[in-house]
């Protein structure tokens, strides 16, 4: 009998499938399961069923058994899926593609660290080989919500200096996925000591500007816009209008002395951008000896692309 038994058990252990993960599909269940466990939530904003790198990293890390392992004592499992499937639920797709919104989601996969308030503390945006790599991303993520966590439970300024180090230590790529956790610092900071209300001011800019440049009918005109705003530019949003600005302008172009123009616009962008100085130097050097060939050559590169 014990023969037999054994046997059996050994047949199970060798025909169960590997311990897969538990993925939730709720924010507000894996806030509560995170709070109760004390762990981090890790979000997988993903489009299952077209996106080939999101489809890559369920297969080649999210799946494997190594993956259930290294996120069992650290993670609240949190998938947010937007398919193009029909059959996908239409009340989850639409709850799904507002969290996209919430957390101003731009390309896929997306993966954070989130705090069990729900507030961004890290991740990456895109495709990793393996594991290895998931979780090289991942570790300062998990280290920034533990600093988060703890920064919630403190009051007045020492609060305040702590949200903003967790902040400041986001991805420069997710900090607009942290606009709820950059609001709350702004509101605790009337006098601005933080400099959190000039990214929000900037933010608001751009987005006029960019209504105002939306009326343009041809590159020309959207350049003639763009001119009036450059002065306009709070410090933060000039590096970007510049750089449109040097965009339109190699559109446009049609003389030798608008090559002298984009040239200007070059090097005020290698004023504004100083680790891109060497780089545009080089550019210039190698491509602005002759105006008249380089006005000649971006005049054919249009006519073959039909511009």
């Known amino acids: 009998m014990n023969k ?25 269940t894996a806030k509560q399961k995170a709070a109760q466990e004390g762990k981090a939530i890790l979000a997988d904003f993903t489009g299952s069923d077209w996106c080939g790198y999101c489809i890559r990293l369920k297969k080649n890390v999210f ?22 499937n029909p059959k996908f639920s239409r009340e989850q ?22 705090t069990s308030q729900g507030d961004v503390a ?16 991942l570790e300062p993520g998990i280290a920034n919500a533990k600093a988060l966590e703890a920064a919630y439970k403190l009051g007045g300024d020492e ?7 967790a902040y400041s230590a986001i991805p420069d ?8 956790l950059r609001d709350r610092i702004a509101a605790a900071d009337p006098a601005n000591t933080t400099g959190v209300q000039n990214e929000i001011k900037a933010e608001a800019q751009l987005r006029d500007f960019e209504s105002r440049l939306s009326g343009a009918q041809t590159p020309a005109q959207a350049l003639e816009i763009l001119n009036t705003l450059i002065p306009e530019a709070l410090p933060a949003n000039l590096p970007k209008l510049i750089d449109a600005k040097f965009n339109l302008q190699m559109l446009t172009v049609d003389s030798v002395e ?44 249009r006519s073959q692309r039909g511009m």
């Open 4 to 28: 037999i038994l054994s046997t059996m058990m050994t047949l199970v252990a060798i025909t169960a499938p590997a311990f897969a993960a538990e993925w939730l599909t709720d924010l507000n």
């Open 63 to 84: 799946d494997k058994p190594e993956f259930a392992q290294y996120a069992g004592d650290k993670f609240v499992l949190l998938e947010i899926d937007v398919p193009r």
């Open 93 to 114: 797709l639409e709850a799904n593609e507002k969290l996209c919104e919430e957390y101003a989601v731009s390309g896929y996969p997306t993966i954070m660290v989130l």
């Open 122 to 137: 890290g991740g990456f945006v895109g495709g990793m080989p393996n594991l290895q790599a998931v979780q090289e991303a």
């Open 159 to 165: 609060q305040l200096k702590a949200l903003f180090s």
């Open 173 to 180: 790529e997710l900090k607009p996925s942290a606009a709820k």
């Open 258 to 301: 608008g090559i002298e123009e984009i040239k200007q616009t070059l090097l005020k962008m290698a004023e504004l951008q100083p680790e891109m100085k060497d780089q545009i130097q080089a550019y210039i050097q190698q491509d602005f000896s002759d105006p008249a060939a380089l006005l000649k050559k971006i005049q054919n590169m």
